[in-house]
């Protein structure tokens, strides 16, 4: 029972740590509800609804492990306020660039959880997405402060390897080791099915015909609904609002700001197909652009040389013929990968390590088996641009779920180490800043008792 309370206890760590570092969409309901003011701290102030809300979010992140009580929960909101304000107090520079685009960024997270941006406005109360991008803007910027702050606090903060030992045996001899979850590292090898030559010049002449047509009157709406394969052209016509931020690709934007108001492409090439664009507006910094996009059909034959292919070349390596990292640097063509010796990299860590508990599930299900040094059944794959490929994965290495051993797992001891004595540090420093902040709380929340922040007498 108490090593399952330390991992909960380094889970909530954890939790909060990652909580504090996101924007909230909790957040947003400020805009629609203003409720009473739990407490003051400088010129920011804490939200009763806030401290209700940020509790859910950490349940529902921990998947319902881990309770925090509201003292505890305004505790933290009071170290990030006070963080905040002393990061105002220090002159600490943010950059407006930072902050926009990780205000981009944030929309379209939650453009792709609601659908689109309209869905995302309607659902918190705002006017536009100016309107949405000012909020997220105030919230990101506050958010820069404290990760600098911070920075600030513990930059000269670090472990030795003395530190590392005791703190391990410390854990130990309270039996509070953590439990390290299964982790593997993958790679891979992928041939593409690629279209014919004759195929694409049949794709590039049909678009050229549909450029002329437009150019004798035709509609460009009505052509893209006739022929894009863009799933977007259903609810939009294909028309979009492009900048040089945008998520867009990059032959994609390079067209949209080369064109002049109203004057069709050529049409050009992208991982996604070949496209038909046709500028609508200029507004500022932002284009308004339609396309059209038509993918080239592969044949079987072709789909079935490239498995033939593949498989062959998965049973060479199997048999000693060659190795797996002298094959990915000679016949996989998958551009992320090949220069490393086909390693995947983990999309929400970057880096090589996946947990087999939060992988994706398909993903999952092709190596969750394998032992290390093993590989895959080959399988057809198709990325979201719509190319098709065939390919296999190496299980590179394995390490199944275990107890934290200090010589195997130094790296991450070293790590839980040092974000111990930083959090200790932070502690230590809102101690003593909390002595010369103003501070005015609620009479509800007066009697709580706080280990992080300590407590002083209200301002009045």
Known sequence: MQQRTTILKYTKLTVLAVFFGLISISTFAQKIKIDGVAVVIGKNIVLDSDIEKFKQEVEVRSEGKITISDCEMLEELMQQKLLAHHAVVDSIVVSDV????????????????????????????????????????????????????????????????????????????????????????????VLYAAPTKEENDRIVTQLEEIKKQIADGASFKMKAIINSQDPGVTQNGGQYEVTKDSPFIKEFKEMAFSLDVGQVSKPFKSDFGYHLMQLHEIKGNMRVA?????????????????????EQLAKDIKDGKIDFEEAVKKYSEDKETKNNGGAIANPYTGDSKFDLTRMDPDLYARVAELKKGELSDVFFDQ???????????????????????????????????????????????????????YIKMSETHSKCTFKKIGKKKQSK
């Open 98 to 189: 930072d902050i926009n685009s990780r205000v981009e960024q944030s929309v379209r997270y939650f453009t792709e959880q609601y659908g689109s941006e309209d869905k995302v406005i309607a659902a918190y109360g705002f006017n536009d997405l100016d309107d949405l991008k000012k909020e997220l803007f105030t919230v990101q910027k506050e958010s820069v402060l404290i990760e600098k702050e911070q920075e600030k606090i513990t930059d000269k903060v670090d472990v030795t390897p003395e530190e590392v030992r005791l703190y391990y045996n410390g854990l130990k001899n309270s039996g509070e080791l953590p439990e390290f979850p299964a982790e593997i590292e993958l790679a891979q090898i």
């Open 290 to 310: 339609s396309h059209i996009l038509m993918q080239p059909d592969i044949p079987d034959t072709r789909l079935k040389d490239t498995k033939e292919r593949v």
């Open 383 to 437: 990325n979201r641009s719509g190319e098709k490929m065939f390919k296999f994965i190496l299980m590179k290495d394995r390490t199944d779920t275990h107890i934290a051993d200090l010589v195997e797992d130094y790296v991450k001891v070293q790590d839980l180490a040092l974000r111990k004595k930083k959090e200790e540090t932070v502690t230590k420093w809102s101690k003593e800043k909390i002595k010369d902040t």
